[in-house]
């Protein structure tokens, strides 16, 4: 995977699960704090397809495609495409969505915040900006998830 097609890479600590409370059933939203950048990390995931639990550390990776040659992705994500295809990263990561970054804000405090929506699913990541300076406007992008303690 070149360099340059990944966004945004850290090991996560998971602080939290459904904080305030579940809202739907098959959704829930986790807190996190990444170990090198120290950006907090909000996150909308399928909790009845991937289950999380707190205090595990999950290896989340932001990126411009899939394909482990960094080959630009179809505007149309179909995962048949890269099913078929090797190396890809869906043989690395346990899961894996395609979204949409929709806001970019400054905050009072010198950080930054970006907002991306998987299908209503919601990411936001706040932190110093030369870490999310990668991240940009109306960006389509994959996040990958995948466990490692």
Not at 74 to 101: A, E, R, T
Not at 128 to 144: A, F, K, T, V, W
Request: proline share 3%.
């Amino acid at each position: 995977m070149t360099q340059r097609n990944i966004l945004f890479e850290d090991n996560i600590q998971i602080l939290s699960i459904d904080k305030e409370g579940k809202v739907f059933d098959k959704v829930s939203r986790l807190e996190a704090r990444a170990d090198d950048t120290e950006c907090k990390i909000l996150l909308d995931f399928n909790s009845e397809i991937y289950p999380i639990s707190k205090n595990s550390v999950y290896s989340i990776m932001i990126t411009k495609s899939l394909a482990s040659d960094g080959s630009p992705s179809p505007n149309n994500f179909s995962y048949d495409i890269y099913n078929k295809k090797s190396n890809s990263l869906l043989d690395k990561f346990d899961y894996v969505m395609n979204g949409k970054i929709f806001k970019y804000s400054e905050e009072a405090d010198g950080k930054v915040s970006v907002y991306a929506s998987f299908g209503g699913l919601l990411l936001g990541i706040t932190g110093d900006p030369s870490h999310l300076n990668n991240l940009g406007m109306d960006e389509r992008i994959y996040l990958l998830l995948k466990k490692i303690e």
